[in-house]
């Protein structure tokens, strides 16, 4: 409704003499108590005036035909706009007492008699006038201090909200400062043990049962190097979106069923009650990462119970998906742990000496690999002390058909041993391959860098070359490519040694023209096994 910085004042009279003479008397003394004066000749133009303005005070005749002072008066005060006017009822002198209590029933906030003296008209006029001016002052301030109760009240917010934000991040950052002295603490563990096991070897007085069983930690804890190195990355590349699933039909009985077996062979489920229930279900993944979130799940289950505990694994289905649950007795997830037990770096009970051991990015690196998978991942826990279950959803797919019978591998024959040419940059690896080669009778060429390694080649024509993928001069993608054009050396056997062991990186490798894909570090078995020959050493229990 459109209003103005000075006060209205309504006269309302039937009478056009008697609006005449008070709307001039107003007038009088507009400019000098700051007001506005508007007339009506009836009830039903006031009504309509009062819906079009508002106004510090309505002086209104009770004696009008058709619709007279009271009944305007209630009409007005009926409307929520204008029902707190005050009226000034105009009325003879002489006016009995019950017209009087009527209009005061009717909401009157005053009287003027007729005749009106101009003074009191002024006095009374002047009143109404002032208490509207301080009634829009006081709405006003109102309105400046909603104003400013609702910016500070958004300044709160932002401050709330960047004080929450700052403890995030300092959560955050105090997480990551466990987990890299936890980081630190795990590969002191190994590398302390291959230390003093390769000291031990050297040692005058050591025979050869105890030289031995220092090859075999160092071996064992080499390998718990590489998986903490294979978690790490694995987990970056899943958080940046990087891995690529090679996907095919898997059956998840028979892939948690092998990974139980290596459990089973390496010790780690004995002083366990493993019940196991696997229900045949398929789903459409990639195998390896499968059998990650597999090994992952149970492998936490062991960490976490205690010798003599329980550990269920079950695989079934429910409506479209396929459920693998592990479910242990173990030490329990603390309720305030609980929602965040997928989230990275955390983990239970954080101390360098706890007996567990990890990084605690093995739930993180499933969560990441499930979700790849299109499925879901869930924690449950009554308490500490409680033990836990972990389910995983993946969607269900149908079983293949038939599955071709796998070609039987070829053994492979050579007479004598056949050359082998290792570019390697890194003078350690490069010599302590090449002497593991001579020792089982490798004929053996050295190259430290690409460019180098391929004009040896090109010379000197060996059966087998293994070339790093990060070299100086070009890399071994392109070492493979230049071989693989030429016809002297396209035939050449090529292996590829890389610390990158994703799906993409063996994509890359096989496109380069490299033959085999190997992931650093690579032990003497694997390297004669990707060499033609049987294993030479015994498999050892972790």
Not at 247 to 272: N, Q
Not at 462 to 487: H, K, M, S
């Amino acid at each position: 409704m459109p209003t103005t910085d000075k006060p209205k004042i309504l006269v309302v009279n039937d009478d056009a003499a008697s609006l005449l003479a008070l709307t001039s008397l107003l007038d009088q003394w507009a400019t000098e108590t700051g007001y506005t004066v508007l007339a009506a000749r009836s009830g039903q133009e006031a009504l309509r005036q009062v819906l079009l303005h508002d106004f510090a005070v309505i002086i209104l005749d009770v004696n009008m035909p058709g619709m007279d002072g009271f009944e305007t008066a209630e009409a007005i005060h009926q409307r929520a706009r204008s029902a707190d006017i005050p009226i000034i009822f105009v009325t003879a002198f002489l006016a009995d007492e019950i017209d009087r209590l009527k209009a005061y029933q009717r909401g009157a906030a005053d009287f003027l008699f007729t005749p009106v003296i101009p003074q009191i008209l002024h006095a009374k006029v002047s009143v109404f006038v002032a208490l509207a001016n301080k009634n829009e002052q006081l709405r006003r301030q109102t309105e400046k201090l909603s104003q400013r109760t609702l910016e500070l009240t958004a300044t709160n917010e932002r401050l709330m909200s960047e004080i929450e934000e700052r403890q995030a991040a300092e959560r955050k950052s105090h997480a990551k400062d466990e987990f890299l002295a936890m980081l630190g603490h795990e590969l002191r563990n190994p590398l302390s043990a291959i230390s003093s096991a390769a000291a031990l070897i050297d040692m005058p007085g050591a025979h050869a049962e105890m030289g031995s069983r220092a090859r075999q930690i160092i071996q064992r804890q080499t390998q718990h190097l590489s998986r903490i190195v294979d978690d790490l990355l694995d987990l970056s590349r899943a958080m940046s979106g990087k891995i690529l699933l090679a996907r095919k039909p898997v059956d998840m009985a028979s892939l948690v069923g092998a990974c139980l077996d290596t459990f089973r062979a390496t010790g780690r489920t004995g002083g366990y009650r493993i019940n196991v229930d696997l229900a045949p279900n398929w789903v459409d993944g990639d195998p390896t990462r499968l059998e990650q979130i597999a090994t992952n799940l149970i492998d936490n289950a062991i960490k976490y119970t205690p010798a003599g505990g329980t550990i269920d694994i079950t695989i079934g289905a429910e409506g479209d998906e396929v459920l693998l649950c592990v479910r242990d007795t173990g030490v329990g997830i603390a309720p305030d742990l609980l929602p965040h037990v997928f989230d990275v770096f955390v983990q239970g009970s954080i101390s360098l000496d706890r007996a567990q051991g990890g990084l605690g990015i093995g739930l993180s690196l499933v969560r990441r690999l499930v979700e790849l998978h299109g499925g879901s991942v869930s924690a449950t826990s009554d308490g500490a002390g409680e033990g836990s279950a972990f389910a995983i959803r993946l969607p269900r797919a149908d079983a293949p058909q038939a599955a071709a019978a796998p070609q039987a591998a070829q053994p492979v024959t050579t007479a004598g041993k056949p050359a082998v040419l290792l570019i390697e940059d890194n003078e350690d690896g490069r010599e302590m391959m090449a002497t593991m080669l001579d020792v089982y009778g490798y004929p053996v060429l050295q190259s430290a860098d690409g460019l180098d390694g391929v004009d040896l080649a090109t010379a000197h024509l060996p059966n087998v070359a293994l070339v790093d993928i990060g070299l100086p001069g070009i890399d071994g993608y392109e070492v493979a490519r230049r071989l693989r054009a030429n016809p002297a050396t396209g035939a050449m056997r090529l292996i590829a040694l890389t610390g990158y062991g994703l799906a993409e990186d063996q994509r890359r490798v096989l496109e380069a023209g490299f033959d085999m894909h190997l992931v650093k570090p690579v032990d003497i078995a694997q390297l004669l096994g990707a060499l033609g020959e049987p294993s030479p050493l015994p498999a050892s229990a972790g």
